[in-house]
T-cell receptor, first 112, second 112 residues
């Protein structure tokens, strides 16, 4: 059973702080990992993808992947109230399936 | 230019009716998906369609059927609507190998 686990939150951080969102997955050998942001009432929007162990930075966002420990995280530096949203982790399982498995998402609240 | 579009945005209908939701993508992607997001915000894959290969989530009732007239369109047809079908339905597309999905704006279905 493929599983992607996220703490549902809410994770509350003050403006300007670093928000750390975590995701663990059960399918060892998974190769592709994605973070989506979903504002209330809107559709998921891809913000980061990562395929190799280590860090990948894009502006204020950093994705971190550790395949040995089977977790992927998303750091948001200098958090802004506009970052308040639900963050969904998605993992593509190994093998021929191209359909990613989504976690249930972590709600992030950035308060002024 | 809208990358992935869905119509209608809102759909209110009575139990027992048959309805369709349309989806179109202009990204040149070869794979399209339908997801259901319930009130708890869990994003559940229903179907994926790639080069005439249809993959069905076995938990989806056979009242739901996808129809793809061409690579740019994947419509969702629902027969005999039930109260439990009320949810937001998202269409998405990707390149099969890339797996980075782009979502449509969603269709909020309410069955009364």
């Amino acid at each position: 059973q493929k599983e992607v686990e996220q703490n549902s939150g809410p994770l509350s951080v003050p403006e300007g702080a670093i928000a750390s969102l975590n995701c663990t997955y059960s399918d060892r050998g998974s190769q592709s990992f994605f973070w989506y942001r979903q504002y209330s009432g809107k559709s998921p929007e891809l913000i980061m993808s990562i395929y190799s162990n280590g860090d990948k930075e894009d502006g204020r966002f950093t994705a971190q992947l550790n395949k040995a420990s089977q977790y992927v995280s998303l750091l948001i530096r200098d958090s802004q109230p506009s970052d308040s949203a639900t963050y969904l982790c998605a993992v593509k399982p190994p093998g021929g399936s191209y359909i990613p498995t989504f976690g249930r998402g972590t709600s992030l609240i950035v308060h002024p | 230019d809208t990358a992935v579009s869905q119509t209608p945005k809102y759909l209110v209908t009575q139990m027992g009716n048959d309805k369709s939701i349309k989806c179109e993508q202009n990204l040149g992607h070869d794979t399209m998906y339908w997801y259901k997001q319930d009130s708890k915000k869990f994003l559940k894959i229903m179907f994926s369609y790639n080069n005439k290969e249809l993959i069905i989530n076995e938990t989806v009732p056979n009242r739901f059927s996808p129809k793809s007239p061409d690579k740019a369109h994947l419509n969702l047809h629902i027969n005999s609507l039930e109260l439990g079908d009320s949810a937001v339905y998202f269409c998405a597309s990707s390149r099969r190998e890339a797996n980075e999905q782009y979502f449509g704006p969603g269709t909020r279905l309410t069955v009364t």
